[in-house]
């Protein structure tokens, strides 16, 4: 009986889909040891794919708030970005400044990029980034509406200005703090090709990578709060 029992759950076990065990997302204690959080905004593009491959590498774990138009381009990448375990974010359907919308304009760029996300993922997210980091209360209300909580940063690197992989670089180690969250962009091929770099380093520093949620699982993400 033993017997059959142990071959029974080794053989359920064989049978999950590689992915799933390889990727599921180890839990993490944020109040026990130091956490950093890293962001990219406005993918999934043609860059995508390396920094996925860079992140399993290191066995870090990050947060990608997408936009809508570019999840329509590349749905694999996006259902890839899911499957590696890392975090998902509505970043609006064409990545629109929000303050500067009526309230159902700003309505239908949330909740269009949910459908689409959805649609790519089988995730419908919690949570957005306004493109710009433009807000307002008008837009939080809306976003209370939409049943999405809003995730700021403690720090970006203005990476898309930057364009230089050693600036970058000492920019976000700069930045890097306990429980912090870093804006970068996914899009910006430099970002890209330095992150091996980035992610040595921190980890030396002892930080633990991870996505947004798991930095904020004691306290929960609420619709309609900003964080950060």
């Given at each position: 009986?033993?017997?059959?029992?142990?071959l029974?759950?080794?053989?359920?076990?064989?049978?999950?889909?590689?992915?799933?065990?390889?990727?599921?997302?180890?839990?993490?204690?944020?109040?026990?040891?130091?956490?950093?959080?890293?962001?990219?905004?406005?993918?999934?593009?043609?860059?995508?794919?390396?920094?996925?491959?860079?992140?399993?590498?290191?066995?870090?774990?990050?947060?990608?708030?997408?936009?809508?138009?570019?999840?329509?381009?590349?749905?694999?990448?996006?259902?890839?970005?899911?499957?590696?375990?890392?975090?998902?974010?509505?970043?609006?359907y064409?990545?629109?400044?929000?303050?500067?919308?009526?309230?159902?304009?700003?309505?239908?760029?949330?909740?269009?990029?949910?459908?689409?996300?959805?649609?790519?993922?089988?995730?419908?997210?919690?949570?957005?980034?306004?493109?710009?980091?433009?807000?307002d209360?008008?837009?939080?209300?809306?976003?209370?509406?939409?049943?999405?909580?809003?995730?700021?940063?403690?720090?970006?690197?203005?990476?898309?200005?930057?364009?230089?992989?050693?600036?970058?670089?000492?920019?976000v180690?700069?930045?890097?703090?306990?429980?912090?969250?870093?804006?970068?962009?996914?899009?910006?091929?430099?970002?890209?090709?330095?992150?091996?770099?980035?992610?040595?380093?921190?980890?030396?520093?002892?930080?633990?990578?991870?996505?947004?949620?798991?930095?904020?699982?004691?306290?929960?993400?609420?619709?309609?709060?900003?964080?950060?």
């Amino acid at each position: 009986m033993v017997i059959h029992a142990l071959l029974a759950a080794s053989l359920a076990l064989t049978s999950l889909p590689a992915q799933a065990t390889v990727n599921a997302p180890r839990s993490v204690d944020c109040s026990r040891v130091k956490c950093l959080a890293l962001t990219f905004d406005d993918g999934p593009g043609e860059y995508t794919p390396a920094l996925l491959k860079t992140l399993r590498k290191a066995g870090a774990k990050a947060t990608f708030f997408l936009v809508g138009e570019r999840v329509e381009k590349s749905p694999k990448v996006a259902k890839e970005i899911l499957a590696q375990g890392h975090a998902i974010g509505n970043h609006t359907y064409s990545h629109a400044a929000l303050p500067a919308l009526l309230d159902y304009e700003i309505l239908d760029e949330l909740k269009v990029n949910q459908e689409v996300i959805e649609k790519a993922t089988g995730l419908r997210p919690k949570m957005y980034r306004p493109p710009y980091g433009q807000t307002d209360e008008r837009v939080l209300r809306v976003a209370y509406q939409a049943e999405l909580a809003e995730i700021l940063w403690t720090g970006t690197t203005l990476d898309w200005s930057l364009r230089d992989t050693k600036k970058i670089k000492a920019v976000v180690l700069k930045l890097a703090q306990r429980d912090g969250v870093i804006l970068m962009h996914d899009v910006v091929p430099q970002t890209v090709k330095v992150m091996p770099e980035i992610l040595k380093e921190l980890k030396k520093q002892g930080y633990h990578l991870v996505t947004v949620p798991t930095l904020m699982r004691a306290k929960g993400l609420k619709a309609g709060t900003s964080y950060f």
